[in-house]
Structure formats: structure tokens, C-alpha cells
């Protein structure tokens, strides 16, 4: 059975840090690339960053030199580190496991991705 679940979300000050976990389980996670996705009330669903099954990794232009996208192939966990965090970043964070970055991103090709976790960010 395949799980996707999302944690680490929180309440943050502009400036602070939050960094979120996504662990999957029942599929060959080092075989996928896993894509990092939000959705702020009102808006679509945007592509934040992605990292391939090499460990290519692709940024949004409004997250570049604040966010950081690693995995854990052995914990079968993703990960997003970010810094200097700003209101516009408050919003639904989800991750999607699919064949590739560009698929994820551009085709929004993905097989497996989780309920999500809230990100706000106000003082």
C-alpha cells in the first residue's frame, strides 16, 4: 500500500525557518523523481522544487537561495529546508513522487503525493 505524508508544517515569523519531511512508503522511492508542491487559498497549485532520481534539483524562481530540496533514499524521505521565509510563502505544502522534474512540473505527471502539510508565515 503506498503512503505519502507530509509533516514539519507551522506557524513561522517572516525571516524564520521551517523544514518539511515528505515519507513515503509501498513504491521504489529512489526510482522517482519527488516534487514539491504548494497551494495558497484562492490560488493554483504551484511547483516549489524538484529532485530527480540522480539528484538534480529545480527551484522555482521565487525560492531560489531560500529553499533547499535533499532526499534520503534510506528513509525513504524527502525533504524541504526553508530559510528566510516571507508571507507570500504561507500556503498548503504537498509532495508528489512521478517519473521525472520535468513531468512533475510542467506536465503535472505524478503517480503518488500526500494530503499535505500548512505552512504560515506571519508576524
Known amino acids: 500500500q503506498v503512503q505519502v505524508v507530509e509533516s514539519g508544517g507551522d506557524l513561522a515569523h517572516p525571516g524564520g525557518s521551517l523544514r518539511l519531511s515528505c515519507a513515503a512508503s509501498?513504491?521504489?522511492?529512489?526510482?522517482?523523481?519527488i516534487g514539491w508542491f504548494r497551494q495558497a487559498p484562492g490560488k493554483e497549485r504551484e511547483a516549489v522544487s524538484c529532485?530527480?532520481?540522480?539528484?538534480?534539483?529545480h527551484y522555482t524562481d521565487s525560492v531560489k537561495g531560500r529553499f533547499t530540496i535533499s532526499r534520503d533514499n534510506a528513509k525513504n524521505t524527502l525533504y524541504l529546508q526553508m530559510n528566510s521565509l516571507k508571507p507570500e510563502d504561507t500556503a498548503e505544502y504537498y509532495c508528489a513522487a512521478g517519473p521525472s522534474c520535468p513531468a512533475i512540473i510542467v506536465r503535472k505527471e505524478y503517480y503518488y503525493w500526500g494530503q499535505g502539510t500548512q505552512v504560515t508565515v506571519s508576524s
Open positions: 509501498g513504491f521504489a522511492f529512489d526510482l522517482y523523481a
Open positions: 529532485i530527480s532520481s540522480s539528484d538534480s534539483t
